[in-house]
């Protein structure tokens, strides 16, 4: 069965750079959800996206942004890199943000800033 | 908001021990409850959940059942397994119900030792 699909899964920057990470949901789900995992966290919702518009906010800092385009893919820009930001960074999707479906996720883009 | 609170590890099992992992929230309703693993290297799985009260979640023969009175979903296996060794969340949707954005436990690291 299609998975959810990450893209890179492994990312090095410098801090002060720009990064965007991919997420390609489950085919027919129109629901996206980010979330951030520090080293030894637990995972911290960033925001998501319903049939293309934002949903939920959640912690996400004004250096981020993300979209959900007209294919259902996700991307999460993040700019001015900080070394706090080195963390794993989740997309989940799921068919509908209703009617108790659960929330399938991704493996994960690794982001490294030095 | 709901908050979870999740017994913190690590823990440390030989094979075919009983595993308990304690976990309680706090929520207005009845939300639906999780759990996720994650395996060292990959994404979080969803392990079993729970939509109302007295349910009992189970999967790969770990057991949690949705207690309203005592606001737990503690997370049991009869007999543990080295493939078992893995990071677990507790979850449930931060607004209640069961659907939306997840708050997630502090994650408890289970080690299996032969």
């Given at each position: 069965a299609a998975g959810v699909i990450q893209s890179p899964r492994h990312l090095i920057k410098e801090k002060r750079e720009t990064a965007t990470l991919k997420c390609y949901p489950i085919p027919r789900h129109d629901t996206v959800y980010w979330y951030q995992q520090g080293p030894g966290q637990d995972p911290q919702f960033l925001i998501s996206f319903y049939e293309k518009m934002q949903s939920d906010k959640g912690?996400?800092?004004?250096?981020f942004s993300a979209q959900q385009f007209s294919d259902y893919h996700s991307e999460l820009n993040m700019s001015?890199?900080?070394?706090?930001?080195?963390a794993l960074y989740f997309c989940a999707s799921s068919p509908?943000?209703?009617?108790?479906f659960e929330q399938f996720f991704g493996p994960g883009t690794r982001l490294t800033v030095l | 908001g709901n908050s979870v609170t999740q017994m913190e590890g690590p823990v440390t099992l030989s094979e075919e021990a009983f595993l308990t992992i304690n976990c309680t929230y706090t929520a207005t309703g009845y939300p639906s409850l999780f759990w996720y693993v994650q395996y060292p290297g990959e994404g979080l799985q969803l392990l079993l959940k729970a939509t109302k009260a007295d349910d009992k979640g189970s999967n790969k023969g770990f057991e949690a059942t949705y207690r309203k009175e005592t606001t737990s979903f503690h997370l049991e296996k009869g007999s543990v397994q080295v493939s078992d060794s893995a990071v677990y969340f507790c979850a449930l949707p931060i607004y209640g119900g069961s659907q939306g954005n997840l708050i997630f436990g502090k994650g408890t690291k289970l080690s299996v030792k032969p």
């Open positions: 912690s996400i800092p004004d250096r001015s890199l900080e070394l706090g930001d080195s509908s943000p209703t009617g108790g | -």
